[in-house]
């Protein structure tokens, strides 16, 4: 039974929820309508959030991976003292508003992670998780745990339906995050109708056997049993929880139950229906005074408290551990400014070295030095050389930062997106850049959330060689640079690789992607740091005014300056471009732009081992590859492509100075 009060409130977030859709003429009252009493429960008796300290380190984090309830989720934030105004519900899905169609972070205070592609919320919180397991680990002494606190996410058939949240439950299990509880919006309905028609999965057998607890709750409009279940799941345990709980959707509606109320406003009239049937007497948009009260008591003044408590931890903490509160202190605020370059590993020119060791290299080097760095490889350390430092990160060892994904690029990606938001540490993944489509849709959250997780990626093209078109990145490229608020790098040797790689890692807004060679390169004496940080550069200038231009990057580096001195040698002075991202030269100013790249030096080639398209930006003539690859010898492939010296300087002579 729910107290006079739950109920109020319960059916004040069913009827406002429903409010705001019905006047936006868009959004998902089936949710909203369903799932009210387990977030209200959750809010109101459990989450302990600040909403005068929206960035406490120590707050639970609140995961809404079914983003189509973002009207509740804005109403729960109106009423537990965030900065959400009525009238911000009212501007619920209009442009500019705080309140968009799904929670966008960074947008809206309270808003833990943009949310809306299903699966994704449920991935990334598996690595906020982590990352409370691993600062847990690395902060708390036996009488201060300065770091102690739950992720919820709340989700629902489709989320779970994803693979993304599958991998990333099936890694959480493995490494007993049990600190993450997952509530589950269990109504068997999804978008096309019944759950039954797509799915018929034994979800408690499943997670189990992905090593989860599971909980069953039947009644999903009871708080009591929503609250006895969430008790139990944060009773301590090596395990997370799932706690499937039933519930209807579209309560109280005409289509209770149906599959028709997902995404279906209701219309005025319905409305109406649905206010009687609830027996809802307030006014539209009016809200009972003694819901507010009850909200302000039970969640703001709750979560103030608890933050104020730990304040006082944590004053205890900086008293009697003065060296791992300073410590802390700079996890917090990711203030590692690298200024020892003293072991930094360097390169000589003439060296050959692939592009992906020195990867491994500056990132071992540079995780010396920023003892936050976390993450790893998607089964494929050796591949990648990527790794974290301090051990393989497990349940006995929590203080390990090399975290072994498994070959679980697309949830290895939504994880580092999550150890980067929980604040405190940078996450990095790394593959084959050929499964960077597999990674796309969580970079692509990276972005979206302008956070800083860092994506790094061997064995960059054709010259992958045996492996054949399947592993050889073709159109990568051209995905990765057409998505905006996101650095792609492709460095053409040692130094712009160790250039590109300390640029990440001291980043803090914007995702990066480093693409790596697998083969060899030489370490050429053009290359240089300076450049690499503005995106594009003039790596090989001749002797007299240039009347051409070859612009590049990546392991083609080498052959256009080759190809340059060559046609110098004959009387033809041709400019050499590095461009290792297209992105970070496209935000220089124009005088920059047109130093490197002057409008009347019109006869211009581009080169690159990938899909020609990117380069049509800068220039008219590109030599690229738009066929898939061949499983054939690495040493025959850039003849077979046109990537020798001999073949690009007949191409740039024929197709672009003689044209
Ligand atoms: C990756 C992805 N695919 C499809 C959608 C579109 N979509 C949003 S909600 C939804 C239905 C999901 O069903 P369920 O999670 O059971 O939500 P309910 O209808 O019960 O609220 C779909 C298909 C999406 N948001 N993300
Ligand atoms: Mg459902």
């Not at 999804?190 to 999965?201: F, K, N, R, T, Y």
């Not at 990711?334 to 060791?357: C, M, Q, W």
């Not at 498994?406 to 593959?431: C, D, P, Q, Y």
């Not at 712009?496 to 992607?513: C, H, I, R, W």
Request: with cysteine; charged share 20%; hydrophobic share 40%.
């Amino acid at each position: 039974m729910n107290s006079w009060i739950d109920e109020k409130s319960i059916t004040t977030l069913r009827v406002l929820g429903c409010e705001i859709i019905t006047k936006a003429k868009s959004g998902h009252p089936g949710i909203v309508l369903g799932a009210t009493a387990i977030f209200h429960t959750l809010f109101t008796r459990h989450l302990n959030i600040d909403c005068n300290d929206v960035q406490w380190i120590n707050r639970d984090r609140f995961i809404l991976s079914a983003g189509h309830a973002s009207a509740l989720l804005y109403t729960l934030l109106h009423f537990s003292g965030y900065p959400i105004t009525m009238d911000d519900l009212k501007s619920f899905r209009q442009k500019d508003s705080l309140t968009p169609g799904h929670p966008e972070y960074g947008h809206t205070t309270g808003v833990e992670i943009s949310a809306g592609p299903l699966g994704q919320g449920v991935a990334t919180s598996v690595g906020i998780a982590l990352a409370e397991k691993h600062l847990e680990a690395k902060f708390n002494k036996v009488d201060a745990s300065i770091i102690d606190h739950f992720t919820y996410v709340i989700c629902g058939d489709g989320d779970l339906q994803e693979g993304v949240a599958m991998e990333a439950m099936s890694l959480a299990g493995h490494l007993k995050l049990n600190k993450l509880i997952v509530l589950y919006d269990s109504n068997d309905v999804q978008l096309d109708g019944d759950v039954s028609l797509a799915a018929s999965d034994l979800m408690e057998e499943k997670v189990r056997s992905m090593h989860w607890n599971y909980l069953l709750v039947e009644n999903g409009n009871d708080c009591d049993e929503i609250d006895e279940a969430i008790r139990k799941a944060k009773m301590s345990s090596d395990a997370p929880t799932l706690i499937e709980i039933k519930t209807t959707i579209g309560y109280g509606s005409l289509y209770s139950g149906e599959s028709s109320i997902h995404g279906k406003p209701l219309s005025e009239g319905e409305l109406q229906q649905l206010k009687k049937g609830l027996n809802y007497v307030e006014g539209p948009f009016c809200v009972d005074p003694k819901v507010y009260a009850f909200y302000k008591k039970s969640v703001t003044e709750r979560g103030a408290e608890a933050n104020s408590n730990w304040n006082y931890l944590l004053s205890t903490y900086a008293r009697k551990y003065p060296l791992e509160y300073k410590e802390f202190i700079h996890y917090m605020f990711h203030d590692f400014k690298i200024e020892n370059f003293e072991n930094l590993p360097t390169y000589a020119v003439g060296d050959s070295v692939s592009t992906r060791v020195v990867m491994g290299k500056v990132l071992d080097w540079a995780s010396s030095q920023m003892p936050n760095l976390l993450g790893g490889s998607a089964d494929l350390t050796p591949s990648t050389m990527v790794k974290g430092a301090d051990g393989i990160f497990s349940f006995v060892n929590p203080l390990g930062r090399n975290i072994k994904f498994g070959v679980r690029e697309h949830a290895m990606s939504a994880i580092v997106n999550g150890i980067t938001l929980h604040s405190g540490l940078k996450g990095f993944g790394a593959g084959f850049f050929v499964f960077s489509d597999y990674a796309k849709p969580a970079i692509r959250m990276a972005a979206i959330m302008r956070i800083p997780s860092i994506f790094l990626f061997s064995h960059d093209s054709v010259c992958v060689g045996e492996d054949g078109p399947t592993h050889q990145p073709i159109e990568q490229l051209t995905m990765l640079r057409a998505m905006p608020q996101i650095k792609v790098y492709r460095p053409a040797d040692a130094k712009e690789m160790t250039a590109a790689m300390l640029l990440a890692v001291e980043n803090k807004q914007d995702p990066f992607v480093i693409v790596s060679t697998r083969q060899n390169v030489p370490v050429l004496a053009q290359t240089d740091a300076e450049g690499v940080a503005k995106g594009a550069y003039i790596a090989y200038e001749p002797k007299k005014q240039p009347t051409s231009m070859l612009i590049t990057c990546g392991s083609e580096l080498s052959l256009c300056i080759e190809v340059a001195k060559k046609l110098e040698s004959e009387n033809e002075f041709v400019r050499v471009v590095s461009m290792p991202c297209m992105e970070v030269f496209q935000m220089q100013d124009e005088e920059y732009r047109k130093q490197i790249l002057p409008p009347n030096l019109t006869k211009r080639m581009a080169v690159e081992m990938g899909a020609s398209m990117p380069w049509y930006r800068f220039a008219s003539y590109v030599h690229g590859i738009d066929t898939f690859g061949k499983s054939m010898p690495l040493k025959e492939i850039p003849q077979e492509y046109g990537f020798t010296v001999e073949q690009l300087y007949e191409e740039f002579k024929t197709k672009v100075l003689n044209k």
